[in-house]
């Protein structure tokens, strides 16, 4: 069974500019969250998606939007990109609630504005 | 505000020593607490979830203990090997006003070093 896969790996963008990163869960997982991990802040989470409706959303500005589709592949979109927005984004989907949660991580985006 | 802290923030450890990482939270209200591992430049590897209710649960070398009444958690690896070195990161899944889980909030991780 393949895991989390996020895409690109690696991305470099300047100031103003806007990005779009993707991720797949895992096969038949309906939840996916969204993660900023920068080495100030540490993990942040943006926002979860499950069926194609946001669940949940962090405290990030508008700037910061996502969807999911039908075959629950995500997509986060970062408009006006500032120098702070250099971060890993992880993705994660989800099986279970509560007492049998089991959480996976893709391996991330590494976005990179200057 | 829920918020979790790690202390320390790194450690350095001599192959085939026993040690402990420690977590704190500041709301006892919480669904489940889990430990997560990560290599640098990589995603999270979950290690162990301890539900509420549970005090620890063990994976191998791996035992993490729960005390949701002074808001604490370790996490005990025996016999300590350089493959461990990597960032563990706890987080915890907070219980809403409204009953309903909220979204997962991480402590900053302790960055292990075993050397051979």
């Known amino acids: 069974k393949a895991g989390v896969t996020q895409t690109p790996r690696y991305l470099i963008k300047t100031r103003g500019q806007q990005v779009t990163l993707s991720c797949s869960p895992i096969?038949?997982?309906?939840?996916v969250s969204w993660y900023q991990q920068t080495p100030g802040q540490g993990l942040q989470f943006l926002f979860e998606?499950?069926?194609?409706?946001?669940?949940n959303k962090g405290n990030f500005p508008g700037r910061f939007s996502g969807r999911q589709f039908s075959n629950s592949r995500s997509e986060m979109n970062v408009s006006t990109l500032e120098l702070g927005d250099s971060a890993l984004y992880l993705c994660?989907?989800?099986?279970?609630?509560?007492?049998?949660?089991?959480?996976?991580f893709g391996s991330g985006t590494q976005l990179s504005v200057l | 505000k829920q918020e979790v802290t790690q202390i320390p923030a790194a450690l350095s450890v001599p192959e085939g020593e026993n040690l402990v990482l420690n977590c704190s939270f500041t709301d006892s209200a919480i669904y489940n607490l889990q430990w997560f591992r990560q290599d640098p430049g990589k995603g999270l590897t979950s290690l162990l979830l301890i539900q509420s209710s549970q005090r620890e649960q063990t994976s191998g070398r791996l035992n993490a203990s729960l005390d949701k009444s002074s808001g604490r958690s370790t996490l005990y690896i025996a016999a300590s090997q350089p493959g461990d070195s990597a960032t563990y990161l706890c987080a915890v899944r907070p219980r809403d006003y409204g009953g309903s889980q909220g979204n997962l909030i991480f402590g900053k991780g302790t960055k292990l070093s075993v050397k051979p």
């Open positions: 994660a989907s989800r099986t279970g609630y509560g007492t049998n949660e089991k959480l996976f």
């Open positions: 998606y499950f069926s194609e409706t946001q669940r």
């Open positions: 096969s038949g997982h309906r939840s």
